[in-house]
């Protein structure tokens, strides 16, 4: 249905709000000019990865004490639970009112007037402070922490002024930090503490999130690609933007295993490398560290001959995902299968959630794939499916789908979906003549089931120097029971997408152009497995569907601008295209 056509659509009147652009602003701490519309741009605020990155590089634990002097309310949605950590919140003399009134679930607060010294130790100390400068409270941490604990400080003085003023810094912090960074880190020193860890954080939303410790900022990747960052880069500089500024620190001189030997991160670190680690520190063997848009905090450790990669969970959907990720690579790893990472068990395991895995040596081809020639990406595009084709016919078995089986596979997708849209006929029309589209397309043919990597793309395989596949990772997607055909569609739709810039709805609308290079090869697959042929268009249709379902079923808290651009899209011209 054409956008304009029924005001009264709960669909398109939510769309018109979202695609207009004075609505709504992505980045954190802005105020929308729609007061309904700014909790999504307070999202960055609200979600736990602006403080979970940190704990794991303290002297958190399940049950450590933790005082949060801040003056964000939106603080007290997070899900510290999830870590076992009780939170005690200081309210900044500035929001005492904006808390009471934010609070939905009995909160513990304190101030300097109630506070006792019975309650007086705290293993982690949060100042959180944006509106408000906290003077002061250094001089009251050192009764407040306790022996081994650690401070968690996140300042956002950021702005465009301060930006340029402090730009020939931005470009060469090698040997230095910006005036800033030296404010607050001699504050700290007058405090009678050191920092051990300092980070940056991106803040924008729709990328991944990069953490940055100094000493090894060569090897992390700019946020977006031009020659003068690349030149900067090899020059042994790191481009920065304005961004907020996160130290954890310790008491100065302090033995504390805690933020001075890097917490649990440090923990995982010492145990890969047990020798080299008893004389280094474990910043020492980082090579990368960013949060992944799923919520995984994620480190690359090497000690020049091994690399291994660990995960930590940031919230209770990505210790979903990471759990499994090492139920699936423990499965293959098990049964002998090639290609995949090999999991590192921890002993004795960590009482927060870390999943580690060796790294495979290869690199990615993904740009290479998409700005590449095309007989170049074609190459790829065989090679990657010849590899996932290995999978699916030894760990898979042959169906013919009926009821039953569109029942359980396809079904619960286009329920999740329709759950997330508003209540309408023509929604759950629309809803209903996809299934039925699908099942028409879909009856009687025999397929593959079982083990699937979930979301299969060339930038999930890693080559080796000759051009072929040395592995495939990120299987966090992954089931021990889906069709086959799930890899395939995400294969040929991410790869239409890459190759000819499209965005997910905008796929189907040009399927009929688009993509035909790819469609003898994808038609290979079927051939070499012996299942039967589906139409290019219902795999696409796969696609687009099976992505929706797992950006509801894989996020917490599925953005509705996410839902207008890919979702609404598709429903309202469902009926022109099938």
Known sequence: ?????????????????????????????????????????MTFLERSYTIFPF?????????????????????????????GIEPVFWPARSAEKRFREYSTAPVEFITPENFTGSRARFDLICIDLEHSRGTGILQRVHELLAPRGSIIWLDWAVSGREARRNF???????????????????????????????????????????????????????LSESPFKRRLLRKGFFYLQAHPKVIVAGVAGSASPGAGEGGLAGKVIRQLFPAEAA????????????????????????DGQKTCFIRFPLTAHSLQRVQNQASLTSFLHHQGAAL????????????????????????????????????????????????????????????????????????????????????????????????????????????????VHGDFKIGNCLFDARGNVAGIIDWDMGSRDELALVDI?????????????????????????????????????????????????????????????????????????????????LIERIGSLI
């Open 340 to 451: 995949t990472p090999r999991p590192v068990e921890l002993d004795p395991e960590p009482a927060l959630p870390a999943y580690v895995e060796e790294g495979i040596s290869g690199k990615s081809m993904e740009k290479a794939f998409t700005e590449g020639n095309r007989e170049a990406a074609l190459e790829l595009y065989r090679k990657s499916q010849e590899a996932i084709r290995q999978f699916h016919q030894r760990f898979g078995r042959e169906i013919v789908l009926q009821e039953g089986e569109f029942s359980a596979y396809i079904q619960p997708k286009l329920a999740a979906i329709e759950s997330k849209l508003p209540a309408h006929p023509q929604t759950r029309a629309a809803m209903q003549r996809i299934a039925k589209f699908l099942f028409a397309e879909l009856r009687d043919k025999k397929m593959l089931a079982g083990l």
């Open 489 to 569: 569609a995400s294969l040929l739709g991410r790869s239409i997408r890459q190759r000819q810039r499209l965005s997910l709805p905008g796929l189907l609308t040009s399927a009929g152009q688009a993509g035909e290079d790819f469609f003898p090869l994808y038609r290979d697959y079927f051939a070499a497995t012996g299942t039967s042929p589906v139409n290019p268009f219902t795999t696409l249709l796969l696609y687009w569907l099976d992505r929706s379902y797992k950006q509801i079923a894989f996020d917490d808290q599925t953005d509705p601008r996410w839902l207008t651009a890919n979702v609404y899209p």
């Open 55 to 83: 704990l794991y590089f303290t002297a958190a634990r399940p049950g450590a004490r933790m005082l949060m002097v801040t003056d964000h309310p939106e603080r007290m949605q997070i899900p510290f639970s999830f870590l």
């Open 168 to 222: 020939p810094w931005h470009l060469g912090w090698r040997r230095g930090s910006p005036p800033r960074e030296r404010e607050l880190l001699s504050r700290l020193g007058r405090g009678g503490f050191s920092a051990n860890w300092y980070f940056l954080i991106e803040p924008g939303l729709n990328k991944p999130r990069y953490l940055v410790l100094p000493g090894f900022g060569t090897d992390i990747p700019a």
């Open 1 to 41: 249905m054409p956008v304009g056509q029924c005001d009264k659509h709960p669909c398109l009147s939510l769309a018109k709000k979202l695609r207009d652009p004075s609505n709504i602003y992505i980045f954190a701490g802005i105020t929308t000019r729609n007061s309904k519309l700014k909790t999504y741009s």
């Open 279 to 302: 004389s280094a520190t474990p910043a020492r063997f980082l090579r990368q560290v960013y949060i992944s848009t799923t919520g995984v905090l994620l480190l690359r450790v090497s």
